[in-house]
């Protein structure tokens, strides 16, 4: 990812760009959903990226099992009626 990164900031930019991967977060939700995020550094030789400018990236699929990640619909919370015996 960080080659292909480097290569369309390179051709955007006209002046050669680096992309270096920061991290990557994996959020759990209080629904079974997950948001993969991952951060990387674009640093060329021109305004704005000569000390690296952030670019994130939010993955549309499930990193563990591939499936494509679907906005997490609204949950009811409300319990549901408890009738002791």
């Known amino acids: 990812m960080e080659k292909k990164l480097a290569e369309k900031y390179t051709a955007d930019l006209g002046k050669p760009a680096e992309a270096k991967c920061e991290g990557v977060a ?3 939700g209080k629904q079974v959903t997950a948001e993969h995020k991952t951060p990387f550094r674009i640093k060329a030789d021109v305004p704005g990226y000569r000390k690296g400018k952030e ?3 939010f993955a549309s699929f499930c990193p ?3 499936k494509p990640a679907h906005a997490a619909e609204a949950v009811d919370d409300t319990p ?3 009738h002791p015996v």
Do not use: E, K, L, Q
Request: charged content about 10%; hydrophobic content about 60%.
């Open 64 to 66: 563990f099992c591939g």
């Open 26 to 28: 994996i959020v759990f």
């Open 55 to 57: 670019v994130s990236f």
């Open 80 to 82: 549901p009626d408890f």
